[in-house]
């Protein structure tokens, strides 16, 4: 695919430079463009605040980035792409993050892979991550314009929902119960003094001894499904935190569902598909 590296706008009325990309862009991003000499007025570098009248045209490049990991190559599962975002199906049992102990093999390796096949030289940015177990939609931004303005969706609150198996057959409810973390300083538990945190639980379909839910999470804490399940009473299968159950080798946790808004493409309905452990139980 073509890839955009500029914001291109048109002046539609007379302003300053410094107000005009003060109401369209994060004061972190007009200084780090300022720096790296990537804001052009009418096609000339235009670095220092200036007027502008009707019909300017100005440009803000995005530099080419040296990678922030190892690249490595693996085929994808691409849920979605566009100029400033690719929306990824992480398998389970892979990092996203690279970490002291995880310097390779990890969904930043592989996603820096992807981008110098496309020819994009530039860092991936993750705008939310998963833990290693835990399967689903992750978003990475091709540009620090489109990490910011999705980070800031994020934390003002988007649709995100998972699937998951637990124990028993829970009923439909909204649990809001603090998080907080624990002693260990690894697992987390439902206390008075943590966060407030809410979850919605919502019962697709029941077995024997186990159900498929679908959850939306509210707010984002770590851990946030499989501590409020547990609180409840329905654990995850395959959670070795916070379960003692061996029915999957990993928790039976997937980001299915995610709802935002795209940088320059608007709102962007996402899902994507169960991996095959979880659909190998259902079919059980």
Do not use: C, W
Not at 72 to 94: A, C, F, G, S, W
């Amino acid at each position: 695919m073509k890839i955009n590296d500029s914001l291109i706008y048109v002046v539609e009325e007379p302003t300053s430079q410094k107000e005009f990309m003060r109401d369209k862009l994060s004061s972190r991003f007009i200084k780090s463009s300022i720096k790296s000499n990537n804001i052009f007025k009418n096609d000339v570098l235009s670095i220092r605040d200036t007027s502008l009248k009707k019909g300017d045209i100005i440009r803000v490049d995005f530099p080419d980035e040296n990678p922030n990991g190892e690249v490595q190559h693996m085929d994808l599962d691409i849920v979605y792409e566009d100029r400033d975002i690719l929306v990824i199906n992480k398998p389970p049992n892979m990092v996203t993050h690279t970490s002291r102990g995880d310097m390779s093999n990890t969904l930043l390796n592989y996603t820096l892979g992807y981008f110098e096949e496309i020819g994009l030289k530039r860092k991936v940015r993750f705008v939310n991550r998963l833990d290693r177990d835990t399967s689903g939609l992750v978003i990475a931004a091709k540009n620090s314009f489109a990490h910011a303005m999705i980070s800031e969706q994020f934390q003002n609150g988007v649709v995100k929902e998972y699937l998951a198996m637990v124990k028993g057959t829970p009923k439909d409810m909204i649990i809001e119960a603090p998080i907080a973390r624990g002693e260990d300083g690894i697992l987390r538990e439902v206390r008075e003094d943590g966060k407030y945190s809410k979850t919605s639980v919502k019962l697709l379909k029941s077995f024997r001894e186990y159900s498929l839910v679908r959850l939306r999470l509210y707010t984002g804490r770590t851990h946030q499904i499989r501590v409020h399940m547990k609180h409840i009473g329905y654990p995850l299968l395959g959670d070795s935190l916070y379960s003692d159950d061996t029915t999957l080798e990993r928790q039976a946790l997937h980001s299915f569902k995610v709802i935002f808004n795209s940088p320059r493409e608007g709102r962007v309905e996402l899902t994507a598909k169960l991996p095959d452990d979880m659909k190998q139980l259902l079919r059980k």
